[in-house]
């Protein structure tokens, strides 16, 4: 069974920087891309960033560039999202995704292989 597992949310003030982990098991994880989402309260969720199976391509949508990255562990097999300069339009519940397709993680409207739970991040005006 596919399990995503995120930590490392947590109430920053704007400017701050938080780090999230997610750790994946019950999956080779070498053979999925793997990707961030949110859901902002009263808003549908949207992708974040994702990043391939290699850790060599990255991409991320066009509000978190610049403060965002995403970097995955294969050995680990953790992906992590550092956040910084958080902005209070930031504050969302984060989810990691997993899925053997690069680009139907940037594309999905809610179908991925595996979602995590999520982990709530506010950040404070």
């Not at 199976?53 to 050995?75: H, L, M, P, Q």
């Amino acid at each position: 069974q596919v399990q995503l597992v995120e930590s490392g949310g947590g109430l920053v003030q704007a400017g701050g920087s938080l780090r999230l982990s997610c750790t994946a098991s019950g999956l080779t994880f070498n053979d999925y891309a793997m990707g961030w989402f949110r859901q902002a309260p009263g808003k549908e969720r949207e992708f974040v960033a994702v990043i391939n199976w290699s850790g060599t391509g990255t991409y991320s949508r066009e509000s978190v560039k610049g403060r965002f990255t995403i970097s995955r562990d294969n050995a680990k097999n953790t992906v992590d999202l550092q956040m910084n300069s958080l902005k209070p339009e930031d504050t969302a519940v984060y989810y990691c995704a997993a899925d053997r397709s690069y680009p139907r993680i940037i594309h999905t409207t809610g179908t991925v292989d595996a979602w995590g739970q999520g982990t709530l991040v506010t950040v404070a005006s």
